[in-house]
């Protein structure tokens, strides 16, 4: 299904991805994706003045272009920001779409003089990498190849060596200015690098789209560790699979619907896009998921807690005991929710059932007793803190129980009676 | 003009013994002085706070001491030498909103990061550096969290982080931001006992503080600091309600009229 053309174009891909999420990795840390989006816009000027300047379309001078160009966007919006009164937003606004537009005006003009197509500066051209080919170590392999391995081996050497600076810089700039780590050179070190990797990632990809290469991988990570070396590690993980995916899908999903197959360096950052929602909705810590299920588990707990409390004041008042369905429709429980509850109640041994009936087992009584003491504890402490009417104690009360801790309780008091006169219960120690 | 020669004198002989001398320093952000003429020569293994009211200039008093926000003129010395000289006897407790608590780190890493210097440019974090980190986090009782991610910390057990993390570079000279605010009474005891180390030590330690009451208790050596030095010195002798009175006090409004127009002149300009 996949010719080797295909493999090349993906491992071009991830190469190029790879290469941009690693400064991506430190953009994103620092709150600058932006500057990552400016920079990678403004790498268009500077390309185009090298052509205009050389005439031809020598590696070299492009880097050199955009290298300058880069570092002086940067410069920009720091400048503008400090002197113009504006946020870093604007700021960054106001370089990059200028010199962005500029860098238009330019490439229309180069056009006269160099082979060049617009289209392929926007969206790249990674579909035609492999046909343009140099030897390396005698073997003929796509230019895109070497010039996206090249930058990625040196990015991951600046990465390696600077590790602690970037680390340092990054997290608390103030202490690594009195300790001597000039975090304002890294910040240009950090900027000349994205800028160098926009242009070389400039030819598969495009100007535009190199952003999401830099941003989106590394976000992904970001919700995926809190650790930061491992987020480096799952931000390239990510870049590779984009890829994988990205040129997957653009050759054959289109196909389903009867259309060619499309760009994939778009589909590579639709690609790298739908990793992010799905680490969005999977993630261990800010997850969809987990919330859903954390939410969950705290509604059973709720629900089992007033299970015990309402069977426990049954008991004290010496009223009948209730059938599960009524229970149901006392606590104004979902059908599903209760049932769970239910479950687990019994599982652990805190109530049977005995014909339908529920009852409490020394166990449950046990638990019950400290709920309820903890719930009139605090009718005690809200009543004498914040005088307010009976119904609301209970009220807050009830809420209040589900979050105590046995040390909260320790510090609500040994109040004997609740604000409505009932008793509050002490639990027996085993 | 004998006078003036003197006084040079006095400075320079300061300078060389005192861990640090500030010499007629002036900072201004964008043209509007915030400090003015500061000259103080800070004593040697005493527990100094810096106090003031609002915008008195007390961080960027030390702030301008480090190099990380530029002179408008004056010097400082440290040991008789420029900070450049000696970062390495410096450590710093920045304020705890400075920094972003989300980042990717651990306790232990930011601790670690009061080793950097140590290690040099480049080069890897020692199994010493680690050490050394976990051993200043359990000065400050927190090895326990030591692998937390800082967010999960709260404001008190950050706050000790950033203790620990001053504490493992290990300097004579230790300058701290507001250590005390907003943190827990767990914390402030825990900060109060490393003070006190510190200065068993034989070490010198600056904090800028906002809690006037405690002051006695705390400290040694008091610099009343609103836009210039109303008073400095030990705080049994300068820690009196009049210099209060003149560090708090209306009488300053002026003061502050005139970096206005200052500022207002340079722009004009």
Redesign the interface.
């Given at each position: 299904m996949m010719s080797s053309i295909d493999w090349w174009i993906i491992v071009i891909g991830a190469l190029c991805a790879s290469a941009c999420a690693l400064p991506g990795t430190l953009l994103v840390?620092r709150?600058m994706s932006l500057m990552g989006d400016a920079i990678s816009h403004t790498v268009l000027p500077g390309i185009a003045i090298a052509f205009l300047v050389t005439g031809s379309r020598d590696p070299f001078s492009m880097f050199v272009g955009a290298i300058v160009i880069g570092v002086l966007t940067a410069l920009f919006v720091h400048a503008i920001q400090k002197y113009g009164k504006v946020e870093i937003g604007a700021s960054i606004g106001i370089v990059f779409t200028v010199l962005f537009a500029l860098g238009l005006i330019l490439i229309r003009q180069a056009l006269d003089h160099v082979h060049m197509d617009p289209d392929c500066v926007l969206y790249g051209s990674i579909e035609f990498a492999y046909f343009e080919q140099d030897s390396l170590f005698g073997y003929m392999v796509p230019r895109s190849f070497i010039v996206n391995g090249t930058m990625l081996i040196v990015n991951a050497v600046l990465i390696v060596?600077?590790?602690?600076?970037f680390?340092?810089a990054?997290?608390?700039?103030?202490?690594a200015?009195?300790?001597?780590?000039r975090p304002e050179l890294m910040h240009y070190v950090l900027m000349t690098m994205t800028a160098v990797t926009a242009v070389a990632a400039f030819e598969s990809v495009g100007s535009i789209l190199v952003v999401a290469m830099f941003i989106v991988p590394p976000a992904t990570a970001?919700l995926l560790?809190?650790?930061?070396w491992?987020?480096i590690v799952v931000a390239l993980i990510v870049a590779c699979l984009s890829s994988f995916l990205g040129h997957l899908g653009a050759i054959t999903i289109p196909l389903w619907f009867g259309f060619n197959g499309t760009v994939t360096s778009g589909a590579m950052a639709v690609a790298a896009g739908l990793l992010f929602l799905l680490a969005w909705i999977c993630s261990p810590r800010h997850g969809l998921v987990v919330l859903i299920v954390n939410r969950i588990i705290v509604r059973l707990k709720i629900l089992r807690e007033d299970v015990l409390g309402v069977l426990w004041r049954l008991e004290e008042r010496e009223q009948p005991v209730l059938m599960q369905r009524n229970l149901q429709d006392l606590l104004r429980s979902n059908h599903l929710m209760f049932a769970m509850a239910m479950m687990s109640l019994k599982r652990s041994g805190a109530v049977q059932s005995d014909d339908g009936a529920i009852k409490l087992t020394t166990e449950g009584r046990n638990q019950a007793t400290s709920i309820v003491r903890t719930h009139r504890l605090w009718e005690v402490y809200l009543d004498k803190h914040f005088p307010q009417d009976t119904h609301q104690l209970h009220h807050a009360a009830s809420r209040l129980e589900h979050v105590t801790t046995d040390a909260m309780q320790e510090e609500l008091g040994t109040a004997t009676h609740d604000p409505h006169g009932s008793e509050v219960p002490k639990v027996e120690d085993e | 003009m004998s006078n003036i020669k003197k006084q040079n004198v006095r400075h320079s002989e300061h300078s060389l013994t005192a861990p640090v001398s500030i010499h007629d320093m002036t900072v201004a952000y964008q043209r509007k002085p915030v400090l003015w003429d500061v000259d103080l020569d800070i004593p040697e293994g005493k527990l100094v706070t810096i106090v003031g009211p609002n915008g008195a200039g007390k961080s960027t008093l030390i702030k301008a001491a480090m190099d990380l926000v530029p002179k408008a003129s004056g010097l400082v010395r440290f040991y008789g030498k420029p900070f450049k000289a000696q970062r390495h006897m410096v450590s710093y407790v920045p304020q705890r909103e400075t920094v972003d608590w989300d980042f990717p780190i651990d306790a232990i890493g930011v601790v670690t990061m009061g080793r950097y210097s140590k290690i040099g440019w480049c080069l890897p974090v020692r199994k010493k550096d680690k050490q050394v980190a976990m051993e200043a986090l359990e000065r400050v009782g927190m090895e326990a969290y030591a692998h937390r991610q800082i967010s999960q910390l709260s404001g008190g057990q950050q706050q000790r982080v950033f203790l620990a993390r001053a504490l493992a570079q290990n300097a004579p000279i230790c300058f701290m931001d507001e250590p005390f605010a907003s943190v827990d009474a767990a914390t402030e005891r825990a900060i109060v006992e490393v003070l006190n180390e510190l200065k068993q030590a034989g070490k010198t330690v600056v904090v800028v503080h906002h809690d006037l009451q405690t002051v006695p208790e705390y400290f040694d050596y008091v610099i009343m600091l609103n836009m210039r030095v109303v008073a400095h010195g030990d705080v049994a002798d300068v820690f009196t309600e009049d210099n209060l009175r003149k560090t708090y006090g209306g009488r300053l409004t002026l003061l502050s009229e005139a970096a206005e127009r200052f500022a207002r002149q340079g722009n004009s300009h």
């Open positions: 840390l709150k060596l600077f590790y602690k600076e680390k340092i990054s997290f608390d700039q103030a202490l200015q009195s300790q001597g780590f970001y560790t809190d650790r930061y491992m987020l | -």
